[in-house]
């Protein structure tokens, strides 16, 4: 079965860091482009990061940039986010998001989604 | 920055009936490479999303043919043709031209 599962969340004060992972299986994890999404208790869903199967293009959205790094380990065949200066704020759900690809081409959507990891940031 | 606008945010509908969803977003969604990066997600309650359909109006593996999708530019719309019980969710639409954005959901529940 394809899947993805995520893990590394928890509870950290304000201004900590947290590492989360996403294991996948059915699929290499190493062919594919990757995303972070996350969703606040209640709220609606935020983009967060996006990696190329290389590992060597990133992007970030404005709310993130600076304080999150996205990365992949291919020899673990992993996906990463490490998040730095938490903020209240960035207490949510974090899904792993992987990109739509069909007959060779990457239709920019996300086909296969986490269950998600709950990260709580308090004091 | 994209700006991704859902209307209605809560959509009642009786089972059986039509529902339809609007998404606009605050400029073209046309890519460079002539394609439009629009697509439309299902979440139900306790669960995390699922791909209904990519690029306007291509239905993914699996979806009902009840879900259709349609637009261009900056206008677009998710049809449900029927609206049975499994449907109840909250809708995405999310563009993909520019980095990523969601629109902010919009809840159908049944009447």
């Known amino acids: 079965e394809v899947q993805l599962v995520e893990s590394g969340g928890g509870l950290v004060q304000p201004g900590g860091s947290l590492r989360l992972s996403c294991a996948a299986s059915g699929f290499t994890l190493n062919n594919y482009e990757m995303n972070w999404v996350r969703q606040a208790p209640g709220k609606g869903l935020e983009w967060l990061s996006y990696i190329s199967s290389s590992g060597r293009t990133t992007f970030y959205a404005d709310s993130v940039k600076g304080r999150f790094t996205i990365s992949r380990d291919k020899a673990k065949s992993s996906l990463s986010l490490q998040m730095n200066s938490l903020r209240a704020e960035d207490t949510a759900v974090y899904y792993c998001a992987r990109d739509a690809i069909f007959s060779g081409y990457d239709l920019n959507t996300f086909d296969i989604w986490g269950q998600g990891t709950m990260v709580t940031v308090s004091a | 920055d994209i700006v991704m606008t859902q209307t209605p945010l809560s959509s009642p509908v009786t089972l059986g009936q039509p529902a339809s969803i609007s998404c606009r977003s605050s400029q073209s969604l046309v890519h460079s490479d002539g394609n439009t990066y629009l697509s439309w997600l299902q979440q139900r309650p306790g669960q995390p999303p699922r791909l209904l359909i990519y690029k306007i109006s291509n239905r993914f593996s699996g979806v009902p043919d009840r879900f259709s999708g349609s637009g261009a530019g900056t206008n677009f719309t998710l049809k449900i043709s029927r609206v049975e019980a499994e449907d109840v969710g909250i809708y995405y639409c999310?563009?993909?031209?520019?980095?990523?954005?969601f629109g902010q959901g919009t809840k159908l529940e049944i009447k």
């Open positions: 999310m563009q993909a031209t520019y980095l990523r954005t």
